[in-house]
């Protein structure tokens, strides 16, 4: 069962959110059904979602038969309500191998982790159809663009094109219906640096803002703060560092929504520093002095993207059941940026005036 969108943009990588999206189904079993496994009796009701994958929803226990959990050689019976939560995602078609490198933080039979560089897209979309993380994994286990079994290609989340860090993938179907089931009850932690506007007040929140299309700007999200539109999603956040006119947060995703971050913070007044689409490619903060404003273009070119990164990824290993954490440093480009805005702390701190910075200008 394939969900659908009137939208073309939804497949697009720039709008598909970290959080895979989910489907909530029930089937009342007919009172005239015979006897038959539970494995095939959705495979029957969903015939385009292979045995395999039903299987593997089941064991992680994303099947309910009135409300309690089976095994797969269940026996139906007249009646029974069986619940379904269905992880959904876009059909890449043909996915060709391509041989890019990864970097890759681990790797066992069930799951890999790799560390996105900023810049590469996640999935294949509408103008990005090679060069893709998706197409980096076919090349490194040379699938076979022409089995439909590997359309997903492990993915169970996602994070934007410019956006850094980590990201898990499944191996195979078990463990992408663990990781995803995982996903949809929000137990999955993760944690994103990013350098924003401003300095939040108070220094550790929560946003929670419903999130969904802007009515007059496709291309951007935008937060419903009364509830009446979009998704629900929570962002919990802390000031790692001040550097006067931005500031260095920690943010915690307890829901996965597209652009989360990026408008949950611009909501209360402090977007990410050089986010072109949600207005942080300005002085949002800060003198008028000539000499500031040069230094901030100049961070914009040493940056020329949203310094936002996966930091940390914490989960419950599909099979052994341990719980994993991992985590990455800063890519160059954000660490100098950082490094930049530190030495600017340094000159205020010792009274050197925004007119005067002469080095910080070259």
């Not at 990013?194 to 108070?202: I, S």
Request: glycine content about 8%; hydrophobic content about 35%; charged content about 25%.
């Amino acid at each position: 069962m394939d969900i659908k969108t009137d939208d073309k943009l939804e497949f697009s990588d720039e709008f598909q959110g970290e959080d895979q999206e989910f489907k909530e189904l029930d089937i009342k079993v007919d009172p005239g059904q015979g006897s038959l496994r539970l494995d095939s009796f959705i495979n029957e009701k969903l015939a385009k979602i292979s045995r395999n994958k039903i299987q593997g929803a089941i064991q992680a226990g994303l099947v309910t038969v009135n409300g309690t959990h089976q095994k797969s050689n269940y026996k139906v019976r007249p009646n029974d309500i069986i619940h379904l939560v269905i992880p959904s995602h876009p059909d890449a078609g043909k996915v060709f191998p391509e041989k890019i490198p990864l970097d890759i933080v681990f790797e066992d039979e069930d799951i890999l982790l790799v560390n996105k560089t900023p810049g590469m897209v996640v999935h294949p979309a509408h103008g990005n159809y090679s060069g893709t993380l998706v197409n980096a994994v076919a090349g490194y286990y040379n699938l076979d663009p022409e089995n439909p079994a590997t359309s997903r290609y492990g993915l169970v989340h996602r994070i934007d094109k410019e956006t850094s860090g980590l990201l898990v993938l499944a191996k195979n179907d078990y463990a992408h219906a663990h990781l995803s089931k995982q996903f949809f009850e929000h137990s999955i932690g993760r944690e994103y640096w990013a350098l924003v506007w401003g300095e939040p007040d108070p220094p550790v929140g929560t946003i929670t803002a419903n999130l969904g299309r802007d009515p007059n700007n496709r291309q951007k999200m935008y937060a419903f703060t009364d509830g009446s539109q979009g998704k629900h999603a929570v962002t919990h956040y802390q000031l790692l560092e001040s550097f006067y006119y931005t500031s260095l947060i920690s943010c915690k995703l307890e829901t996965g929504r597209t652009h989360q971050i990026r408008v949950h913070l611009k909501l209360i007044g402090h977007p990410l520093f050089n986010d072109i689409r949600y207005g942080g490619d300005r002085l949002v903060k800060g003198t008028i002095f000539t000499k500031y404003k040069q230094f901030v273009q100049n961070c914009f070119k040493l940056m020329p993207r949203f310094p936002l990164h996966a930091r940390s990824l914490d989960f419950t290993h599909p099979r052994t059941g341990e719980r994993m954490f991992f985590e990455v440093p800063l890519p160059n480009d954000f660490q100098q940026l950082l490094e930049k805005w530190r030495k600017y702390v340094l000159h205020k701190k010792e009274g050197i005036m925004e007119n005067e910075l002469e080095n910080e200008t070259e």
